[in-house]
Structure formats: structure tokens, C-alpha cells
């Protein structure tokens, strides 16, 4: 549908870049609640994770805006970067939220949202190579992408549900509350991505 002009290409380089950080960061998050030993560490590392992101996302807002013809329509590009940050923030939200609370080690629901919020961005990072090869065939990435979403949302939700009925410090229920709502939000943001995915695909498949 379009040939690859070199400035073309440089968008769909720093997607992938952009893409391939948002997979280690889940990634990072995942390991911390498998192996919480020295979190500090590699909570430190998701917000060096989050920060090259930002930079990323302004590379493509500032190429964005100095590109007179893109390859795919301007507010699409601004729609995805602008996803694949907020899964960023949402990652390293949870992980801070460990810290600021004090947290000694995750529960093992934390541990099934990392994995599930993980899975989710990998499948993003599938689908932003298939649009790197510009292969427009993405409905098996989102269908993937929104079961694990539904999926986030219904461990989150009984999890928090059997807080209120089962752990009488109120503090512990506000805590856990915050950040499993945190885990559900990051799936939420995969799903955005995913979406916005599909619509370039309808564009140009």
C-alpha cells in the first residue's frame, strides 16, 4: 500500500524500539514479583525502563511534527505512541506503589497480574512487528490481547473483593486495592494499543 521512503522507515524504527522497551518493562515487572530480593533495584530499573520510553514517545511526537507526508495517518501514530507510553506509566506505577507502601513481598495475585500484564505486552509487541511487515492480519493479537484484559479484570476483582472480606487492616485493603487496580489498568492499556492497531489495520489492509 506505501513503500518504505527513508523517513518512513525511522518512524516504524522507533515503534519498534518503543514496542521492544514496553515488553522488557513488563517483563522487569515480572521478575520483581517472582523474585522480590533486591527490589529496589529493579524498580529502579522499570523507571529507567519508563524514562527511555518518554524519550521515545518525544522522538515520534517531534518527527511526528516535522514529517509533512507520514506513512500511516498523523493522529494514528500519535494515538499509538501516546498507548505504548501509558502502558509504560502504568508498569512502573505498580512498581513504585511497592515501594512508597512498603511492601514486603507480593501476594500471589500480584504475581498472576504481572504475568498476565506481561503476556498482554507481549502480544502488542507482536502486533507492532506485524505492522513493521506490514502484515494487517491482527484480529488473533487483539482477541488474545482482550481475553488476558478480561482476564486482569476478573483476578483483580475478586482479589480485591476478598480483601474487604477477609483482611481486617484497613490499610493492608487500601494498599492492595491500589495497586491490583494498577495491574488491571496497565492490561487496559494494552488493549488501547491494541485497538489502535486494528484501526491502522482496517486503513491499510
Not at 529496589?40 to 518527527?63: A, N, P, R, V
Not at 498472576?112 to 505486552?121: K, N, P, R
Request: proline content about 2%.
Amino acid at each position: 500500500m506505501f513503500g518504505f521512503m527513508p523517513s518512513e522507515t525511522e518512524f516504524f524504527d522507533l515503534f519498534e524500539r518503543a514496542s521492544e522497551n514496553v515488553v522488557e518493562a513488563g517483563q522487569c515487572l515480572k521478575n520483581l514479583m517472582n523474585n522480590f530480593e533486591d527490589s529496589e533495584k529493579q524498580i529502579q530499573h522499570i523507571k529507567d525502563l519508563e524514562h527511555k520510553g518518554d524519550g521515545l514517545t518525544h522522538d515520534l511526537i517531534l518527527k511526528l511534527n516535522k514529517t509533512f507526508i507520514t506513512p500511516l495517518d498523523r493522529e494514528d501514530i500519535h494515538a499509538l505512541a501516546s498507548s505504548l507510553d501509558d502502558i509504560l506509566d502504568e508498569i512502573d506505577a505498580v512498581a513504585i506503589l511497592f515501594r512508597v507502601f512498603k511492601i514486603d513481598r507480593p501476594t500471589p495475585t500480584a504475581c498472576t497480574l504481572a504475568e498476565i500484564l506481561h503476556e498482554a505486552a507481549k502480544e502488542v509487541g507482536k502486533g507492532i512487528r506485524m505492522l513493521l511487515e506490514k502484515n494487517w492480519d491482527i484480529k488473533d493479537c487483539a482477541i488474545r490481547v482482550n481475553s488476558l484484559e478480561n482476564k486482569a479484570d476478573e483476578v483483580s476483582r475478586e482479589a480485591i473483593s476478598r480483601l474487604f472480606e477477609e483482611e481486617p487492616d484497613a490499610k493492608k485493603v487500601m494498599k492492595w486495592k491500589e495497586i491490583y487496580e494498577n495491574f488491571e489498568m496497565g492490561t487496559d492499556c494494552c488493549e488501547d494499543a491494541v485497538n489502535v492497531l486494528e484501526r491502522i489495520a482496517l486503513k491499510h489492509g
